[in-house]
């Protein structure tokens, strides 16, 4: 993914957050950058926080290491947040995984639709449950 793409879906995600007026969030400036772990996007509504990877895709599989996996769960579990990868397909909206529901690989993890529909849940579904 571009950087420029991954702006704006990212963007389009702090939109949506924020659309709900029950849910603030911010941009983790150098996500990605840093040798310290830290989201793309956190998002709280005062009684959860959501700690949020975010990835986009046209189809297929989006792949992530190992790394990007470890730095999500390691930062929410500094945090007290929920873990997600939050995954955009086009045509299709997002879907939220926890990392313990990506298929391993070899060299990381991957996401399909198939597996995001499977597993995930959508936004609407990650606004309203209950704190794990």
């Not at 046209?58 to 945090?79: A, C, H, M, P, R």
């Amino acid at each position: 993914m571009s950087k420029k793409k991954g702006s704006r879906t990212e963007r389009e995600l702090i939109n949506m957050f924020w659309d709900t007026k029950k849910w603030a969030v911010v941009r983790s400036a150098g996500s990605g950058l840093s040798s310290n772990p830290n989201p793309d996007l956190i998002a709280s509504n005062g009684k959860r926080y959501v700690a949020v990877e975010c990835k986009s895709i046209k189809e297929g599989n989006k792949y992530l290491t190992e790394d990007d996996v470890e730095q999500i769960i390691e930062f929410s579990k500094l945090f007290s947040a929920e873990a997600y990868i939050g995954i955009r397909f086009n045509n299709e909206g997002w879907w939220f995984l926890r990392p313990e529901d990506l298929n391993k690989t070899p060299n990381g993890y991957s996401i399909t639709l198939d597996l995001a529909k499977e597993k995930g849940i959508s936004f609407e579904k990650l606004i309203k449950k209950e704190k794990i």
